[in-house]
């Protein structure tokens, strides 16, 4: 391990130093564990490539916490040339105008053709402006998916549920077999968030708060998500859903232990999986609900994007260019891939992964990819909401309580809407 | 007391610098920019922002969210503080009475100090685990189904439990040396007037120590507030959702995880001031009634 690190540490220093005349440029992330060690390596791909810029990435720690940096380091004068911001912080940043340099501006100025609808549906929009220029540049990108426990589902004899309507029916014969038919990893992106896109209903006033900052409001008390928790809430009290808190690895891991049949994770889990799961399993898409009108297009996604932060010198900007144009190359994107389990984001990178046979030997790894690139809908393409992270722990708080038996679920929405309201206008007067 | 004599008068002040340096540059000034930015609503990368008067405090004050908050740092505090001197002190009054071997006790009592809050965090969440938890195990054996994590009542009786395990140590230390410098003749001559040994902890030792108590107490407060910072970051995962906090987590949560500078800056001025107030108070009331030999 130290020697890996050294070694990679001595191979920074010479690249480093062997291209003198190279513009240093820096990349803040907020990526840890073997993820970190894959940028690392990416970075060290960009600078063997080419030899007039060179590229350092920092590891900040969290999402949270190399969104903070980011943003001490920008007020004081000292900002990275490339930060990464996670989804639910995408309003902070894209809003505060003046603070990031629009991906797709700073690579037509490098010269390079853009073209939009290189990217798979899902991940189009969700980083990009009103008028669908992109802002940030999408990166680590997964999808929430199903995942499936094959030996739970033949014990019951039951096929994998397309629709929430086919889940309750196959409930009974999977909780009969033993096993706890549903768990979920985390309530807000996957049955808030996604909940919106899956089954192609409005989150928020003003677009989904695309058009505007001003009277943004959350339209959470919709009947179909509230209905959607009051199913969750009985199916726990029958025993066909368990909860075991916000803490996402509580909730994996009855599942790794056999316990459950069905999984609701990330598509970026089955890395994790294939090591620790003791039985087989395989994914499929993240259910919607058959009776809701439109229902079934595809999700948005999850994960984070890279921004080029304003007031750096030209020559830099440029190296940034020329570093967005390296890793959405279909070579560099395949790699990312299949390193991390994110999805490809270009549909040249997906046919590329795919005529090699990648997906014949690990067919999970094309479930998240796939349920991007359903037909998105009017609600799909995603969300810009200012101080979404604080909205995002009112939700766990008040979801907690919904199954904590503190609150009804109407309760809780009402509770949700007014808060998160309160902040959406106060986030307004910030941005205003 | 002895004057010391200085060759110029300004080197005391030289000597003070570095010291006085620290204190301005880590203490003062932050303090005097987070009470200007609690009157701001700001942009969080600069750009704007909006003198509001006291509407951040307004904000905070009024809601109930907040509130409820700070109903559960004053209990959590109050038991921690309690329970880690309480059982501070039985320890050190056993150990103090133990001849053979009291090197071993008290290195075992005394070593769990040196294990760091966020590690001691860690071990407390793996005992509290809902999985694998021994605690668990042992809860469920006497009927408690115990979900840290998603109870708020068992969240909080994990995070008391951890926060106390933690601090007894310390107190531990200190109570024990206070305990061995009692003069031997005093205990002598209370042994000699009085048979109940509670009665005299009570009458004579228990008073003979009220300094290095109220020191403690102090400590222990301040411990219970800030401190306690790492166990709770630990045992909530990340995701505080309906599990207590403590009122100096939700400033860290509203700051840096929400990016919300005004609002978080009146908190921690609110902080500022419940610390600067509790202090005085105990200045006031409870030092009056301590006799320093």
Redesign the interface.
Known sequence: MIKQFSLAAISIALTATSSLAATNITWWHGMAGRNGEVINEVAQKFNAAQTACALTPVSKG?Y??A??SG?AA??SGEQPNILQVFDA?AA??IN????VVPAEDLIKEAGYDFDRNAFIEGVRYFYADSDGKFVGMPFNSSAPIMYINDEALKKAGVEAPKTWEEFEAAAPKLKEAGYIPLVQAQLTWQFTENFFSRNNIQFATNNNGYDSVVDTKLKVTDPNLVMMFDKLKSWADEGYFA?????W??NQ??FE?NKVALWIGSSGSFGGLQKTAQMPFSATFLPYWGSIAGAGTNSFIGGAALFAMAGKPAEENKCVADFFQFLTSPEIQKFYHQATGYVAITTAAYELTKSEGYYEKTPVAEVGIKQLMLPAGEWSKGYRLG?Y??IR?IM??????I??G?TTVKDAFDTIER?GNELLA?FA???? | MKRVQFSSPLLPYLFLAPQLAVIVIFFYWPSVRAIQSSFYLEDPFGFGSTFVGFDNYLGVLLSPEYLSIARFTALFTALVTFFSLALGLLLAVKADAVIRGNAAYKTLLISVYAIAPPVAGLIGMMFFDQHIGPFVKIAAFFGWEMKVGLSYFDTAFAMIFVAVWKQIPYNFIFFLSGLQALPASVREAAAIDCRSGIKRFWTVIFPLLAPTAFFLLIINVTYALFDTFGVIDVMVKDKAANNPITLVYKVYMDGFRGNDIGGSSAQSVILMIVVFVLTVLQFRFIERRIHYT
């Open positions: 969290t949270e916490e969104l903070a943003i920008f007020r912080g902070t940043i505060a105008k003046g603070a909860y075991y808190g916000a803490g690895n509580d891991k009855p232990e101080f992270p604080q722990e766990e708080r008040e979801y907690g309580r199954f904590s503190e808060e106060r007067k910030t941005a205003g």
